[in-house]
């Protein structure tokens, strides 16, 4: 069961700008962690907000958590050529613990130079 | 740094074969898991294991199983592969007391 799902699909912006992806989950949740994937290569973890956390930094990642509305967005900013990879949302399940992460399908963005 | 490694990046195989992918973890993690990874449709969970010998059912085992003989090494068997499982597959570990994964590189599996 897919519980993350991630908006836009595909985002594609001019090296500087800033990226927002945005995530919407269905059932309560531990937490929500989002993932890196550059093309053809594993998942990195970004970044972990709490259930009980609304918003989250690191670096140049920012992201908030809405339990009220199931929804999470990452913000990078001033982004760089390197940040082109896909960006997937992970929710642990309340019920589920912390071994049944369900992954969204995903957010390619694309930065352009 | 966690590394967790699987045993080939690209494999080809045919229909009915029997396929063993591998994945290896260095950082003595209690929990392995496999997943597959598919266009439009994110990561799926497999099978996941949280001790040696234990394993747990994911969203979609069917025409899998896996082995985890020891706390390292955790593998995915496909007893006869079909087209169906041409796939991208992701082997993950984690520590009890945190709550991130870790990856390895992932196998892209061709069944012909």
């Known amino acids: 069961s897919q519980q993350g799902e991630e908006d836009p699909q595909a985002l594609s912006i001019q090296e500087g700008e800033n990226a927002t992806m945005n995530c919407s989950y269905k059932?309560?949740?531990?937490?929500l962690q989002w993932y890196r994937q550059n093309s053809g290569r594993g998942l990195v973890h970004l970044i972990l907000?709490?259930?009980?956390?609304r918003e989250k930094h690191s670096g140049r990642l920012r992201v908030t958590l809405d339990t009220s509305k199931k929804s999470s967005s990452l913000l990078i900013t001033a982004s760089r050529a390197a940040d082109t990879a896909s960006y997937f949302c992970?929710?642990?399940?309340?019920?589920?613990?912390?071994?049944?992460?369900?992954f969204g399908a995903g957010t390619r963005l694309a930065v352009h130079p | 740094d966690v590394k967790v490694t699987q045993s080939s990046r690209y494999l080809v195989k045919r229909t009915g074969e029997k396929v063993f992918l591998e994945c290896v973890q260095d950082?003595?993690?209690?929990?392995m898991f496999w997943y597959r990874q598919d266009p439009g449709l994110g990561l799926r969970l497999i099978y996941f294991s949280y001790d040696v010998k234990m394993k747990e059912k994911g969203d979609i085992p069917e025409g899998y199983s896996v082995s985890r003989e020891k706390k390292e090494r955790f593998s995915l068997i496909l007893e006869s592969a079909s087209t169906n499982q041409t796939s991208m597959y992701l082997c993950?570990?984690?520590?009890?007391?945190?709550?991130?994964?870790?990856f390895g590189p992932g196998t892209r599996l061709l069944v012909l």
């Open positions: 059932t309560s949740i531990n937490n």
């Open positions: 907000i709490r259930s009980n956390e």
């Open positions: 950082m003595d993690h209690e929990n």
């Open positions: 992970a929710t642990a399940p309340f019920s589920g613990g912390y071994n049944k992460l369900i």
């Open positions: 993950a570990s984690r520590r009890d007391s945190q709550e991130t994964q870790y």
